[in-house]
């Protein structure tokens, strides 16, 4: 049996997190870092607030933090499977009250993961985008 296949659900979540915070950290401009960590800390207030398909759509029109997006998407195809469409606000949009709400926790889930690496990681003293 692999190291992979003992890892519990929250070493994998923990685990993609971190690779992703590690590669905005790597590769995103000053702005794109502050918009990450700002969106990032707000999505998932917006979540329980007004629903994932709501704040994923507000992410996509504003055209904010898109690496976030990404992310979010790919780790809920790696969860819950793909079906269809890749991209998780179509699986929203064309999915069935059950994925929504596994898709939901996921996202919270995970969401707590990035916030707490980026911060580790220094991205939060590039805070300060509004919205």
Not at 35 to 60: C, D, E, H, Y
Request: no cysteine; proline share 2%; glycine share 8%.
């Amino acid at each position: 049996m692999s190291g992979e296949g003992r890892k519990t659900l929250e070493q994998k979540r923990a685990a993609h997190a971190w690779e992703q915070v590690l590669e905005v950290k790597k590769k995103a401009t000053k702005d794109e870092k502050k918009s990450f960590m700002t969106q990032i800390k707000k999505t998932p207030v917006r979540i329980v607030s007004s629903g994932l398909g709501q704040a994923l759509a507000f992410l996509q029109a504003k055209g904010y933090a898109p690496h976030l997006r990404n992310a979010l998407t790919d780790w809920t195809n790696q969860r819950l499977g793909k079906d269809g469409s890749k991209d998780l606000l179509q699986r929203i949009i064309h999915g069935d009250s059950e994925f929504l709400r596994r898709a939901t926790a996921e996202s919270l889930a995970y969401l707590e993961w990035m916030v707490r690496f980026a911060e580790a990681e220094g991205l939060a003293e590039s805070e300060g985008e509004e919205a």
